[in-house]
């Protein structure tokens, strides 16, 4: 814990009971120096109680002396050794409450449009168990009649980076197993804002790749001519009477 709690507080009680300068107070509390100069002038923090951080343990006598006598000097937080070894929690990521609604729509969002990902990264993106993925992947839900599904970052349960990585490492893990990979899973290996600039024109398949450019030249195939149609007069060419006539004589 590099910064103590309630900082805001904290650094009301020190513009009000030191003389320490704001840059001291500002770096002790994880503030801009003009916040704190907002708050020694009141347009910061208005209606903020202050909160004694040499009450509540956090800072000592001795060194709120030492940073007054000396201005470069820079206020260190009271050792705490209830706090060693105090490590982040594991677990599914925090998820509002006005949010865990929208979870099994993302869900089924993620399971028909990324496949590849796995329930623990799925779990990890939207904040949610694993039970309810294989339900929803099931369709044993008990509402999968009504959920609808709809994108995750749109519902703003995660970030269209932190989905992007997810994707890339599934396919690559995937491509590392020796599995085969579809068109469209090539194009999720890049970022979204880079598949979107790609060529959208269907790629050939593999098994006729180099036919499209070839073709055939008169001289190896015979092409029969179609018959030329008689014209309308040759039907109609009768001989004159004068020369029936010559002929009778």
Same mark, same amino acid.
């Given at each position: 814990?590099?910064?103590?709690?309630?900082?805001?507080?904290?650094?009301?009680?020190? #513009?009000?009971?030191?003389?320490?300068?704001?840059?001291?107070?500002?770096?002790?509390?994880?503030?801009?120096?003009?916040?704190?100069?907002?708050?020694?002038?009141?347009?910061?923090?208005?209606?903020?109680?202050?909160?004694?951080?040499?009450?509540?343990?956090?800072?000592?006598?001795?060194?709120?002396?030492?940073?007054?006598?000396?201005?470069?000097?820079?206020?260190?937080?009271?050792?705490?050794?209830?706090? #060693?070894?105090?490590?982040?929690?594991?677990?599914?990521?925090?998820?509002?409450?006005?949010?865990?609604?929208?979870? !099994?729509?993302?869900?089924?969002?993620?399971?028909?449009?990324? !496949?590849?990902?796995?329930?623990?990264?799925?779990?990890?993106?939207?904040?949610?168990?694993? !039970?309810?993925?294989?339900?929803?992947?099931?369709?044993?839900?008990?509402?999968?009649?009504?959920?609808?599904?709809?994108?995750?970052?749109?519902?703003?349960?995660?970030?269209?980076?932190?989905?992007?990585?997810? #994707?890339?490492?599934?396919?690559?893990?995937?491509?590392?197993?020796?599995?085969?990979?579809?068109?469209?899973?090539?194009?999720?290996?890049?970022?979204?804002?880079?598949?979107?600039?790609?060529?959208?024109?269907?790629?050939?398949?593999?098994?006729?790749?180099?036919?499209?450019?070839?073709?055939?030249?008169?001289?190896?195939?015979?092409?029969?001519?179609?018959?030329?149609?008689?014209?309308?007069?040759?039907?109609?060419?009768?001989?004159?009477?004068?020369?029936?006539?010559?002929?009778?004589?």
């Amino acid at each position: 814990m590099n910064k103590p709690i309630m900082a805001k507080a904290t650094a009301v009680w020190l #513009v009000d009971n030191t003389t320490l300068s704001f840059k001291q107070i500002g770096d002790f509390c994880g503030l801009h120096e003009l916040e704190v100069q907002g708050i020694a002038d009141g347009d910061v923090a208005a209606g903020v109680k202050g909160f004694d951080p040499i009450v509540n343990n956090q800072l000592t006598q001795e060194e709120i002396d030492a940073a007054t006598a000396d201005p470069t000097h820079k206020l260190k937080l009271k050792f705490n050794s209830a706090a #060693v070894g105090e490590e982040k929690r594991r677990g599914p990521r925090y998820t509002p409450l006005s949010k865990r609604q929208d979870r !099994p729509a993302s869900i089924l969002w993620l399971v028909k449009f990324h !496949p590849e990902l796995t329930d623990g990264q799925i779990s990890k993106l939207v904040g949610t168990t694993k !039970p309810t993925i294989q339900a929803i992947r099931e369709r044993t839900h008990w509402n999968i009649q009504n959920i609808q599904p709809i994108d995750p970052v749109a519902l703003g349960l995660c970030k269209q980076s932190e989905l992007d990585a997810a #994707v890339q490492k599934a396919n690559a893990k995937k491509l590392a197993e020796g599995g085969a990979m579809t068109d469209d899973e090539r194009r999720k290996l890049v970022s979204t804002e880079t598949s979107l600039g790609l060529d959208t024109e269907p790629s050939v398949p593999a098994a006729i790749a180099g036919l499209e450019t070839f073709s055939l030249s008169t001289d190896d195939v015979e092409i029969e001519k179609p018959e030329e149609t008689p014209d309308a007069d040759s039907f109609f060419n009768l001989p004159d009477k004068d020369d029936d006539k010559d002929d009778e004589d």
